[in-house]
């Protein structure tokens, strides 16, 4: 099992970011604020709260080099908010949404930022210093459904998407006076704005949870099917595979490294993931062992035992907890909805990460060298 360090910060929590040096975090309590903890004398106190949005705040990222943080809202809103002496300040962003904004992220070099919507579309944002203030350019007409997650390509100009008519998709967010054309980049860094790259048609419910590899050479998702996608050469012809899982859907997903991929969700332990030297991925283990609970006595129906267990209760006296071993076994105890590296300067691999969810807990996992972690 991984090292984790553990914190109930809420009774839930939506999302969370971390400041560039992680000595704060700023997290959604599932309301229309958002808390800034700072860590003093080894515990977390809370700071900051920002107070803007009217309705659930469902995505954050801080910037790591503008220390700019980025909120989107139910309410069709965006703020950026910047650090002026102690407070907080916030720009409003015009989004030009009619449906809740659902997610967000910065691009790797910070010029601009992406939101996903309900109302199938996404706002690529960036700074007008003519005007001063934040604009946004829309990708329309390209999905059939919200876009749940976003996810920027290490070149800045490349955007993964997914959304809930089941499709990844990728488009070019090229944007003139904005980003510079590089020569040594591929045909797809060259495509006008909006242009999409390529649709997946792989999976036939849900999607989530879109992560580039940290080459950019691999992009990972999930379906609300309980499976995992992974696509190289992500172009006019990419080497798609699965993985089928035999317990909850997954959320969200990270890479640990270019081989290595964490996924979370519905079973609330995290999940190892790894390609072998012939690039075929599949499932390694939880990160978290669970004990087996003794079984239940051999008498009753499994129609009874079912039914007590969907209502909670335990026809036997042994606890409903204890009776999935990859739920409840673990550090978290409901659906863990965000997973964010804590990269360490000049390593490449991701050695920290935390993962937050609808139990209101913070946990940081701290994971040995990778031959441990695939055992």
């Not at 984790?4 to 959604?28: E, F, G, K, R, Y």
């Not at 309301?31 to 920002?50: F, G, P, Q, T």
């Not at 993964?160 to 090229?174: E, H, I, L």
């Not at 980003?179 to 045909?187: E, V, Y």
Request: hydrophobic fraction near 35%.
């Amino acid at each position: 099992m991984s090292a984790v360090s553990v914190h109930q910060l809420s009774q839930c929590i939506t999302c969370h970011a971390w400041s560039p040096d992680h000595s704060m975090i700023a997290l959604c309590p599932n309301n229309n604020e958002v808390h800034i903890y700072k860590m003093s004398e080894d515990k977390w106190e809370r700071a900051h709260v920002l107070q803007k949005h009217d309705q659930i705040v469902s995505g954050i990222d801080w910037g790591s080099t503008s220390n700019k943080i980025v909120t989107v809202s139910h309410d069709r809103n965006s703020y950026v908010w910047s650090l002026e002496g102690s407070e907080w300040v916030p720009t409003l962003v015009i989004l030009r949404l009619n449906r809740a904004a659902l997610c967000t992220q910065w691009s790797p070099q910070e010029n601009k930022f992406a939101v996903g919507s309900g109302a199938k579309t996404v706002c690529i944002c960036y700074y007008e210093q003519e005007n001063n203030w934040w604009v946004s350019k829309l990708i329309r007409k390209r999905h059939n459904s919200s876009v749940t997650s976003v996810s920027w390509h290490p070149n800045n100009i490349l955007l993964a998407t997914t959304s809930t008519d089941g499709k990844c998709r990728v488009f070019s967010t090229f944007i003139k006076g904005v980003d510079k054309r590089d020569s040594k980049a591929s045909s797809s860094s060259e495509a006008k704005f909006g242009e999409q790259i390529v649709q997946l048609d792989l999976s036939y419910s849900w999607a989530f949870g879109v992560k580039w590899s940290p080459s950019g050479n691999t992009l990972a998702y999930v379906g609300h099917n309980s499976m995992i996608y992974f696509v190289d050469d992500v172009g006019p012809s990419p080497l798609a595979q699965n993985v089928a899982l035999r317990n909850l859907p997954l959320r969200d997903v990270l890479f640990i490294s270019e081989k290595v991929v964490i996924g979370v969700g519905y079973d609330c332990n995290p999940m190892v993931f790894a390609a072998d030297e012939s690039g075929i991925w599949s499932f390694v283990r939880f990160l978290v062992e669970t004990k087996t609970v003794s079984s239940a006595p051999t008498y009753g129906s499994q129609f009874s035992e079912a039914f007590g267990k969907f209502y909670g209760q335990s026809k036997y006296g042994a606890s409903n907890d204890g009776m999935d071993n990859s739920r409840q076994g673990g550090v978290h105890h409901n659906c863990i909805n965000c997973i964010l590296p804590l990269k360490e300067p000049g390593v490449a691999s991701v050695r920290r990460f935390s993962t937050s969810g609808l139990d209101g807990k913070v946990v940081i996992w701290h994971l040995g060298n990778q031959e441990d972690l695939l055992r």
